[in-house]
């Protein structure tokens, strides 16, 4: 494993616990520091008379500690992993105690176990995906219905049985949306809202959760700003495409039947996707990788790939709860060659890791701000400008083009990966923006943060890498020609 202190620091699971960590680095506190190939491990000296016991399989990383802290990893952890990285000579143990190879051990085992488990997930994932292949090919043109289709299958009975629960309250909603409309969006006050609660919660009384909260999320626009209106309406406009297409989802192709069910809410299994997934291998840029804190204590990790070879895009998505840590490190700016199973979808992004090699390398950084291969414009014979003249292609139109091309086949996405080239980040009368020559995009990014990309940014045009939720642009990361790392890292929210 290659190991950096901003990808060490990117597991902690909040910034007092790294904080605590960088405190913690000093040699003199740790009577004990051992490292294998494997592990590492270290006795650090808490107000005990005990020193606490502190571990890290090399392989996750994972973290083991025998002090109380209910964070993970702890800040002993994050501490052992940073000195790794800072002052290597000083871990002088090569042979693991008791209390380390036990733990391994148990690891192991588990780990064996668990590859046991889902190899019988994975093989069960690819029956299901049989039959429900063999019951696609027997059902056209027969009139045989899902009903019949699943009849002999529990798991695919009860696949069934929740389609018809969604699609009945596909069909109250619709109605709903109808009413909404005739009676006009004017008069809309406290109370009324409170109808349009009422209706997500019969939304998540259906198993569609995911309907249920853009329902509310039209409904949280409601006088929030100028331009309330015309976003409210759009978002009900997705909600009535989103009933239509439910309707008929039995005529629809399999790639969006399943974006209809990621839009209700219903997570797709990930042993069906590691079974039956689209699978690809390269070597993958991480551009970007950026956690945020949802409701409940519920932290979010959202890693954006580009691959080198495919020029493919892909999205991993991560939660841990309860100040737990993520498991796999993703620094912005390193390489890693892993193979990715791809979630079913019209224009898919999201994906699992297959197969990961262990060690990530440095890149370059100056290829990624260029546009994928296949988004590059102009197209070859689409010029109209005569054989003479080629058109003038901004720096941007090729994200743009990724963009339309995503919206247009899956509508209802909210998040796009942008990589902005020739970009320089200024403070106009409308707030922050990045600008490259006549364009600009709007910021969603806090003043602290903003001042912190401009002063990396010095003016000078960069490449940002970041999401376009379809009104705003937060950037992640930013980098200026081969630098490396990169300039500006956004920190998590």
Known sequence: ????????????????????????????????????????????????????????????????????????????????????????????????????????????????????????????????????????????????????????????????????????????????????????????????????????????????????????????VWRQGADWPERMISRLGLLQLATEALARREQLPLPVQADLRTLCGWPLDQADVLASGEQVEDRWAVLAAFTEEREGRLMERRVWLQGERTGRRAWLLDHAHGGKGFNGLWVPGSGVAATLSFFPCASPLRALVQQRQDDADVLSLQPMGQMPQQLALPREGASPHGADQAPEVHPWDGEWQGVADRVSAHPFVQLHPMVLTDATAVMSQAGPTLQAGSSCVPLAIGEQERWLLMAACGGHPMTVAGEWDGERFRPLTAWSGAQRPPLWIRSQA
């Open 1 to 220: 494993m290659s190991l950096t202190m901003e990808g060490v620091l990117a597991l902690a699971p909040d910034e007092s616990s790294a904080k605590a960590a960088r405190g913690l680095t000093s040699p003199a506190k740790w009577p004990l520091l051992g490292a294998s190939e494997a592990a590492l491990w270290g006795e650090c000296q808490g107000s005990g008379s005990k020193p606490y016991q502190t571990q890290v399989d090399l392989s996750g990383p994972a973290f083991k500690c025998s002090c109380p802290s209910r964070k993970f990893p702890c800040k002993h952890g994050l501490a052992l992993l940073l000195m790794r990285v800072q002052t290597a000579a000083s871990f002088t143990a090569s042979e693991a105690p008791a209390w380390v190879t036990d733990w391994l051990a148990s690891r192991h085992e588990r780990a064996e176990k668990k590859e046991e488990r889902d190899r019988d997930a994975t093989r069960r994932a690819e029956e299901r995906a049989a039959q429900r292949a063999s019951g696609q090919g027997e059902g056209q043109g027969s009139g045989k219905g899902e009903g019949d289709i699943a009849a002999d299958d529990p798991s695919l009975k009860r696949e069934a049985q929740r389609w018809q629960r969604i699609e009945a309250a596909a069909q109250e909603l619709q109605r709903w949306l109808g009413d909404q409309v005739a009676r006009g969006f004017g008069a809309l006050d406290d109370g009324a809202l409170q109808g349009w609660r009422t209706m997500a919660a019969r939304m998540v009384d259906a198993q569609a959760p995911g309907l249920g909260q853009r329902v509310l999320a039209a409904a949280d």
